[in-house]
């Protein structure tokens, strides 16, 4: 069994940062082709915030564009999504996603609070 661990939500105010971080931990390897993050804000769909395939093909939610940096760290089957200049748009639930030739894998969620 294969599980997606996050760290490092919580509450910030306008304009601070954040550093997501989302490694795979389990009893078996797994093939992982992409890592992605998406959120989830109260009473809104799931949305694709940034995605990252192989070690450097990135794409982002164009309001987070040059805000959100994701990186991945394939020899630890992790990614991470740091977050500058934050704002109150930005509250959400964070998921972080694996994508493998079986299907995704989904992080149980961290929640990100912007205060203003």
């Known amino acids: 069994q294969v599980q997606l661990v996050e760290s490092g939500g919580g509450l910030v105010q306008v304009g601070e940062s954040l550093r997501l971080s989302c490694a795979a931990s389990?009893?078996?390897?797994?093939?992982?082709?992409?890592m992605s993050w998406y959120r989830q804000a109260p009473g809104k769909q799931r949305e694709l915030v940034a995605g990252v395939a192989g070690s450097h093909t990135t794409k982002y939610l164009d309001s987070v564009q040059g805000r959100f940096t994701i990186s991945r760290d394939n020899a630890k089957n992790a990614v991470y999504l740091q977050m500058n200049d934050l704002t109150p748009e930005d509250t959400a639930v964070y998921y972080c996603?694996?994508?493998?030739?079986?299907?995704?894998?989904w992080g149980q969620g961290t929640q990100v609070t912007v205060s203003s």
């Open positions: 389990g009893s078996r390897r797994v093939t992982i082709t992409a």
């Open positions: 996603n694996a994508h493998t030739p079986w299907g995704d894998i």
